[in-house]
């Protein structure tokens, strides 16, 4: 959730940058600091742990002059919150601020090292500098030495460059985590968001997927994915609604569907430190006799997913209920019980009155992406998803986050109990730590998921299908399809097909089936079977091996990347939140505020 912000200005760039970065505090950060190139075009730097009253209080005793300069506040995600692990980061005469994960960034440090490069912190941004260094010791000039580093970078990142002797010149790329440029009166600024610039200007252009931008103060060019020049509009914003921007999306969903790697290896970093999973002292997982969950909406089907976890890793009996169903149940709930609340908002009006139900009768604990929420205060123990303010009312990156912090629960309990030992930790752990490229990888399908969705958007009905961990994503599936396209949409297990639904199939029902090749898959190419003799369509969502495995006569194949069995739910997740959002698209409906929900339900 790192802030990013760069200055090319007609005054002291210090002041704009912390006040910038005073309007990126939302976003939570644990270091800060700034860059500038002063008078002489000679390059430095300022950093602070903790509030940015203390770069503040720095920068009072040991000023930076200059009109160019770079800032970040940042949220460690590689290494601790340190002043060396702060941004920016420098190598030589070249400095960056960063926000995202440079996947590659251990063989490329390997690689550097190797050429006698030298690193002095745990973060993944440094061989983003000492790389660039590498090309500028090279003889390349600083914009052609960034546009090589940048082209060896993989992962999701935001990035800002400033170069010694360059007093007019920033170097700005994106790819998967948003940057927008602003345009001032022989000035030009570079933000996470507009919120940042909104002081300084309300003339903003959003850089695009895969965008790269040169800049100076009487000059912006801008390149996309395939280095062609680039025409990106400059839109004026209402400086009062600037904190809500789609940062150059057409839709807060798709901005938020595209964040969620990012999102995802922010959350990963906040609790795995170590090779171990951090989270609260208070949660005594082996005493326990059973976990009760409670949720709502896509944060129920979460809970689904993470009962199939709890019960088949860490041996725990989990009983999952919907919160307005759950308290006028009465259940009985004993003292070695830990009831798990899951809400985005931590204000869902019928999860906080379950939450209260059980207060006094057993341990409580908040999955929230609010911290100050209520559901999260009134929790013995909240485990914060680190999802990032989440605008569109259908959830996106909340419901993987959740995912992602279930997930991790599991294994800790799995591991407090005896029944997984440090190397299948670890390997449990390294490949969650896999899913952000993976889903970066999934992202690439956009095109080939949208076609599909068009072709569902033309249904009045459809149905999807999973057996074991991907009947929840079915369910979500569906509730996403319902959410924002109002197409009337079902999801079933698998073998509850034959049970009923398979009445509805024709020809004119897509049938989605969420089925990577796992232990389950031959009996879900039965079930799909049944689906085609009758005329049915069936829309595959499986792997590469599932593809090649699965007969012929599918309507549609959608082949996501290969994923460790045990979290394929998270990755999952996407192609289904695609396949609304683009069905949604196909039929113009309101996206991000679709017609009688609210994203924070507050009452019963």
């Known amino acids: 959730m790192c802030g990013i912000v760069g200055v090319l200005g007609k005054h002291e760039a210090a002041p704009l940058l912390v006040e910038a970065l005073k309007r990126l505090e939302y976003r939570g950060y644990d270091s800060a600091g700034i860059a500038t190139v002063d008078a002489a075009a000679q390059l430095d730097r300022r950093r602070a742990v903790g509030k940015l009253v203390n770069l503040s209080d720095l920068l009072v005793h040991e000023p930076l002059t200059g009109k160019a300069g770079i800032g970040h506040t940042r949220w460690a995600t590689h290494g601790a919150p340190t002043v060396t692990n702060a941004h920016p980061h420098r190598a030589g005469s070249v400095a960056v601020v960063h926000n995202g994960i440079i996947e590659n960034f251990r063989e490329l440090r390997e690689e550097l090292r190797a050429n006698g490069q030298e690193f002095e912190t745990e973060t993944d941004t440094e061989t983003v500098v000492a790389l660039t260094r590498s090309f500028l010791d090279q003889g390349l000039a600083p914009r052609d030495a960034a546009e090589q580093a940048i082209a060896r970078l993989e992962g999701a990142f935001a990035l800002c460059f400033l170069f010694d002797g360059e007093d007019n010149l920033l170097i700005a790329a994106r790819k998967g985590s948003p940057l927008a440029i602003g345009h001032g009166e022989g000035e030009v600024f570079v933000g996470s968001d507009a919120i940042a610039l909104a002081p300084m200007t309300d003339q903003i252009t959003y850089l695009e997927e895969g965008d790269r931008a040169v800049l100076t103060r009487d000059s912006v060019e801008i390149f996309d994915a395939r280095g062609t020049r680039a025409n990106r509009p400059v839109r004026t914003i209402q400086i009062d609604s600037a904190h809500i921007d789609k940062g150059g999306h057409k839709h807060f969903m798709a901005k938020e569907i595209a964040e969620q790697p990012t999102v995802i290896g922010e959350a990963l970093a906040h609790y795995i430190k170590g090779g171990d999973i951090v989270l609260p002292t208070q949660l005594d997982f082996a005493r326990l006799d059973r976990i009760v969950m409670v949720a709502c909406g896509t944060a129920f089907y979460a809970c689904l997913t993470a009962k199939y976890w709890f019960e088949q890793v860490?041996?725990?009996?989990?009983?999952?209920?919907?919160?307005?169903?759950?308290?006028?149940?009465?259940?009985?709930?004993?003292?070695?019980?830990?009831?798990?609340?899951?809400?985005?908002?931590?204000?869902?009006?019928?999860?906080?009155?379950?939450?209260?139900?059980?207060?006094?009768?057993?341990?409580?604990?908040?999955?929230?992406?609010?911290?100050?929420?209520?559901?999260?205060?009134?929790?013995?123990?909240?485990?914060?998803?680190?999802?990032?303010?989440?605008?569109g009312v259908a959830s996106t990156k909340a419901f993987t986050c959740q995912l992602t912090v279930l997930a991790l629960t599991a294994l800790k309990a799995a591991h407090a109990r005896g029944r997984m030992d440090d190397d299948t930790l670890a390997d449990h752990l390294?490949?969650?730590?896999?899913?952000?490229?993976?889903?970066?990888?999934?992202?690439?399908?956009?095109?080939?998921?949208?076609?599909?969705?068009?072709?569902?958007?033309?249904?009045?009905?459809?149905l999807f299908l999973g057996?074991?961990?991907?009947?929840?994503?079915?369910?979500?599936?569906?509730?996403k399809?319902?959410?924002?396209s109002y197409i009337h949409a079902e999801g079933y297990a698998s073998g509850e097909l034959?049970?009923?639904?398979?009445?509805?199939?024709?020809?004119?029902?897509?049938?989605?089936?969420?089925?990577?090749?796992?232990?389950?898959?031959?009996?879900?190419?039965?079930?799909?079977?049944?689906?085609?003799?009758?005329?049915?369509?069936?829309?595959l969502i499986t792997d590469r091996e599932g593809a090649a495995a699965a007969?012929?006569?599918?309507?549609?194949?959608?082949?996501?990347?290969?994923?460790?069995?045990?979290?394929?739910?998270?990755?999952?997740?996407?192609?289904?939140?695609?396949?609304?959002?683009?069905?949604?698209?196909?039929?113009?409906?309101d996206v991000d505020q679709p017609r009688n929900l609210a994203k924070s339900v507050t009452v019963e």
């Not at 209260?356 to 205060?377: E, F, G, L, M």
């Not at 490229?437 to 690439?444: F, I, K, P, T």
């Not at 057996?467 to 509730?479: F, H, K, Q, S, V």
């Open 467 to 479: 057996r074991g961990r991907m009947y929840p994503l079915a369910l979500e599936g569906a509730l």
């Open 551 to 589: 007969e012929e006569g599918t309507w549609r194949t959608l082949v996501m990347p290969e994923c460790p069995a045990l979290f394929e739910p998270i990755l999952y997740a996407l192609p289904a939140q695609l396949l609304a959002y683009h069905a949604a698209v196909a039929k113009g409906t």
């Open 481 to 484: 399809l319902k959410e924002i």
């Open 314 to 391: 860490a041996g725990i009996p989990v009983e999952v209920d919907i919160a307005s169903e759950f308290r006028y149940r009465e259940p009985p709930i004993g003292p070695n019980t830990l009831a798990v609340f899951v809400s985005q908002s931590g204000e869902t009006a019928d999860t906080l009155a379950a939450l209260r139900y059980c207060a006094d009768k057993a341990q409580i604990a908040a999955v929230t992406n609010v911290d100050t929420s209520s559901i999260a205060r009134e929790a013995d123990v909240n485990l914060p998803i680190r999802a990032g303010a989440e605008i």
């Open 498 to 539: 034959k049970h009923g639904p398979i009445a509805l199939i024709d020809k004119t029902v897509p049938v989605i089936v969420m089925a990577p090749r796992d232990a389950l898959f031959d009996k879900t190419v039965s079930n799909m079977q049944e689906v085609m003799a009758r005329g049915g369509k069936v829309l």
């Open 430 to 462: 390294a490949e969650l730590q896999s899913l952000p490229g993976r889903l970066n990888h999934a992202l690439g399908q956009a095109d080939e998921i949208a076609a599909a969705a068009r072709a569902v958007a033309e249904a009045q009905d459809v």
